[in-house]
């Protein structure tokens, strides 16, 4: 006969990752004008992709009330459409718009993401509270997305979720219910309460972002992490109580039984590193460890051009590449629909190689349903290049290579075209920056007549003024009446 005297009850204290990330919302003062200005390119480029995601039907149908003629007082607006929704469905509908076409931002490292999918939750909490009377300014946006960055990229650094099967939006889902938490007023020990929710909160598999399986989830899977944040938050600020140990319960922790018992490791404190590191995908819609490729890929097309020669004349593509862009988009055979293309570096790189182009419409079924696509694919392989995958890693590189070598039918074989750094890397950034406004000019192009756009372009372009702005004021300019 044995005896148990059963579980302590003795609630600890709180994990130290989350009293530091609470630390880093409440004490941390941002003070660098490189964090700003970045943050303020990756605003107007976030809500341009979420406007560009508008003009996909399967993005529309998800967006809008959940009882079709809601509107709430005070509610948050969508840009781009006549909705006024409470911020919880109003963090899945900005979210989910931001996120659906995979043009936004990205940081890549152990772990991959797209950190401005935090925007989701904070302007939606930030309209509404601003359409309460709060004087929320853009420049409290764009502090809260500076650190929203920081908390997801600082967790993404050295710590591989992807590794264990956890999609990515585990991390938007916890950074922004810290940031929510701080716009919300919620105190020190509150967001230390949220953030633990976020943690023990139901996380997403990755399946929905890999053959064979690959959907269109992985669009609104964001969007949905954000709706949670804010809910969560909220319930926070009514009075529910937290989980200190949330992380190193044993058994019944998130290490223990989501990371194979594995701790998070950091390589640096939280500051704005993330944000001014950040990779701005301006060129191409693509999944962003192919967009180097993409872009080698319009090179070889002009090239073949130059000779009299088309897609129709290449035996085979070999593609250099990081181990990262192997384990994510190498995908044979049959690709069934839109976010299953958008994941394929073969159909990334035949369609540049055949038309000349690679934008949102590429993916639709209608542009698929070219036969020559699938046959170019065929002759596509990738090969790990271990320099790629080194550098990729390197905090002061964090290269994204991908190299082309094309032969050619009659034996040729051109000059490989190499490509490390993608025109949206920090490196290129006094050359991508014009780009990227040329992006969302042509994103806000296709929803306001030309009157909007120039009130628009005006207020986004004068970054002192704009920091000032009434956070409700800046959400008006992208309503439809």
């Known amino acids: 006969m044995s005896t148990h005297h059963g579980e302590s009850a003795i609630r600890p204290e709180p994990d130290k990752v989350l009293k530091d990330i609470a630390d880093y919302v409440h004490n941390y003062k941002v003070t660098s004008h490189l964090a700003f200005e970045t943050a303020r390119l990756c605003l107007i480029d976030t809500i341009g992709c979420g406007l560009e995601g508008l003009r996909f039907e399967g993005c529309a149908k998800l967006l809008g009330p959940v009882v079709e003629g809601t509107i709430v007082p005070n509610g948050t607006k969508i840009p781009g459409t006549n909705y006024q929704l409470d911020p919880i469905r109003g963090a899945f509908n900005i979210g989910t718009m931001i996120r659906y076409l995979d043009f936004n931002d990205c940081f890549l490292a152990a772990e991959w993401g797209h950190p401005s999918d935090n925007l989701g939750a904070i302007l939606a909490i930030a309209d509404h509270l601003a359409r309460q009377g709060q004087p929320l300014t853009v420049r409290d946006i764009l502090e809260s997305m500076i650190k929203a960055h920081e908390i997801q990229g600082g967790l993404a650094l050295l710590n591989s979720f992807n590794r264990v099967g956890l999609d990515h939006v585990v991390l938007v889902k916890v950074a922004s219910t810290a940031v929510v938490s701080k716009l919300l007023g919620l105190s020190h020990s509150q967001t230390i309460d949220a953030i633990s929710q976020a943690f023990v909160d139901g996380q997403s598999l990755r399946t929905y972002r890999h053959a064979p399986n690959t959907g269109p989830r992985k669009s609104w899977a964001a969007g949905d992490a954000c ?134 419409e590429s993916y639709t079924d209608k542009s698929a349903a070219d036969s020559r696509i699938d046959v170019l694919r065929a002759k596509i392989y990738c090969v790990e290049d271990t320099t790629f995958s080194v550098d990729y890693h390197n905090p002061t590189r964090r290269s994204i290579g991908n190299a082309l070598l094309v032969e050619l039918n009659d034996g040729t074989v051109l000059d490989e075209v190499v490509v490390e750094y993608p025109v949206g890397h920090k490196r290129r950034r006094e050359e991508g920056t014009p780009l990227l406004i040329d992006k969302f000019r042509r994103h806000v192009s296709y929803h306001y007549d030309a009157d909007h756009q120039k009130k628009i372009l005006a207020a986004v372009s004068d970054a002192e003024n704009l920091s000032k702005l009434r956070v409700d004021q800046f959400t008006d300019l992208f309503v439809k009446q």
């Open 227 to 360: 709706s949670r944040a804010v809910n969560l938050a909220l319930l926070v600020k009514k009075g529910e109580l937290g989980l200190p140990s949330v992380l190193t319960a044993k058994t019944w922790g998130f290490y223990d039984v989501l990371f194979k018992g594995k701790q998070f490791e950091f390589q640096m404190p939280f500051g704005s590193y993330i944000m001014e590191n950040v990779l701005f995908k301006i060129s191409y819609p693509a999944e962003f460890h192919a967009q180097t490729a993409v872009e080698a890929a319009h090179t070889i097309y002009a090239q073949l051009n130059a000779m009299g020669k088309s897609s129709d004349d290449i035996k085979s593509v070999r593609i250099r590449t990081q181990e990262a862009a192997i384990r994510i988009i190498d995908k044979q055979g049959p690709l069934d629909n839109f976010a299953d293309r958008d994941h394929a570096i073969s159909y990334m790189v035949a369609y540049p190689l055949i038309f000349g182009e690679l934008t949102s």
